[in-house]
Nanobody
Framework: QVQLVESGGGLVQAGGSLRLSCVASGRTIKYYTMGWFRQAPGKEREFVGFTSFRGGATDYADSVKGRFTISRDDAKNTVYLQMNNLKPEDSAVYYC???????????WGQGTQVIVSS
């Protein structure tokens, strides 16, 4: 069983940057695709992007392409989300998750809150 702990959120002005971290314990992540998701108040959780265990390939939601970058350090069992040029609509609780194949995304942490002021 893997446990995920997100951190790095906070309050930032529009146009600013934040770097989120997701530290895994209980299992190595090097064999897993890891993803970032976010949930704004009153909305469903939405996909932000992922990093594949196969060479670290990444993909992103259209809304964050060109602004967000996901990276991973398997030696540290950690995944990062670098967020640049933040917009108020990026405000949400950000979660990382693990791709459990047929079981889908899961093993969510407690999340980290990001608030972008205009």
């Amino acid at each position: 069983q893997v446990q995920l702990v997100e951190s790095g959120g906070g309050l930032v002005q529009a146009g600013g940057s934040l770097r989120l971290s997701c530290v895994a314990s209980g299992r190595t992540i090097k064999y897993y695709t890891m993803g970032w998701f976010r949930q704004a108040p009153g909305k469903e959780r939405e996909f932000v992007g992922f990093t594949s265990f196969r060479g670290g390939a990444t993909d992103y939601a259209d809304s964050v392409k060109g602004r967000f970058t996901i990276s991973r350090d398997d030696a540290k069992n950690t995944v990062y989300l670098q967020m640049n040029n933040l917009k108020p609509e990026d405000s949400a609780v950000y979660y990382c998750g693990i791709d459990r194949d047929e079981a889908g995304w899961g093993s969510w942490g407690q999340g980290t809150q990001v608030i972008v002021s205009s």
